[in-house]
């Protein structure tokens, strides 16, 4: 069974190891992509692959109007969504830059493949809507962002369907003519949840990467507000101590 944490695209969000996607500016519409090997698939703080390894990619189509559609997955742990043992999110979105802000706002699908097939009548799958804006401060780049998972049966713990907020900042910037760029973030889980474990919590994470050509490697420090062993997985490990864990990524 689910025992623990529904992963998100990862900063998604906040700072997730993935490489950005590339960009072809001259064209209308433009596909990219990326691959990435991590060492620890944390998701605001949490691992969802028992501390190991897991293999990630996805793909981007954009428009020049700011429309954009993904596809991303990860390898997971069979203790997130009912045995399976695959993450994919499908996302769209529509981005725009306003003066020095840039914002975006969409829709992202969490689908769990073979969890119902597993155990009939099982929902491991759910909604979530999101919205960041982003600018320059300085020499690095603020953004604020939000999610919100709508009431669903994926994030019940046992007493009806329940929704999920969260809410997160970070920083980034880079050094010019290295190759060499840095993060740092803090998120808050504002709400009880099968998504947050039950509790509301804090996360934060700093990350540090170096970029040559389409290949990135990258090194995050992440932890949460949560006390020692209370989230445990199924082999005992504590999956929301502190960590620290490196990727691999190429993009394209």
Do not use: C
């Amino acid at each position: 069974m689910r025992t623990s944490f529904s992963p998100l695209l990862g900063l998604a969000l906040a700072l997730s190891a993935t490489p950005a996607f590339a960009e072809e500016d001259s064209k209308a519409i433009t596909v990219s992509g990326s691959a990435t090997l991590v060492s620890d698939y944390r998701f605001r703080g949490i691992s969802q692959t028992d501390k190991d390894f897991a293999v990630q990619g996805g793909i981007t189509v954009s428009h020049e109007s700011g429309l954009y559609a993904s596809v991303w997955g990860s390898s997971i742990d069979d203790y997130i969504a009912a045995g399976s043992d695959q993450e994919l999110d499908l996302i769209v979105g529509y981005k725009k830059t306003i003066g020095a802000a840039t914002v975006d706002v969409g829709a992202l699908y969490y689908y769990y493949p073979g969890a119902e097939k597993l155990i009939p009548g099982y929902n491991s799958d759910f909604l979530e809507l999101y919205g960041n804006v982003s600018a320059p401060v300085g020499p690095v780049t603020a953004k604020v962002a939000v999610m919100y998972a709508p009431k669903s049966a994926a994030l019940s713990l046992g007493g009806g369907k329940l929704d999920n907020f969260y809410g997160n900042f970070s920083l980034s910037g880079s050094i010019p003519d290295t190759g060499v760029g840095f993060s740092a973030g803090i998120g808050r889980t504002f709400t009880k949840s099968f998504l947050s474990g039950g509790k509301k919590y804090t996360d934060w994470s700093l990350g540090m990467t170096y970029t040559t050509g389409p290949v990135t490697l990258g090194v995050t420090y992440v932890d949460t507000s949560y006390a020692k062993n209370a989230v445990v997985s199924l082999t005992g490990k504590d999956i929301a101590k502190a960590g620290v864990f490196g990727s691999i990524g190429v993009a394209f």
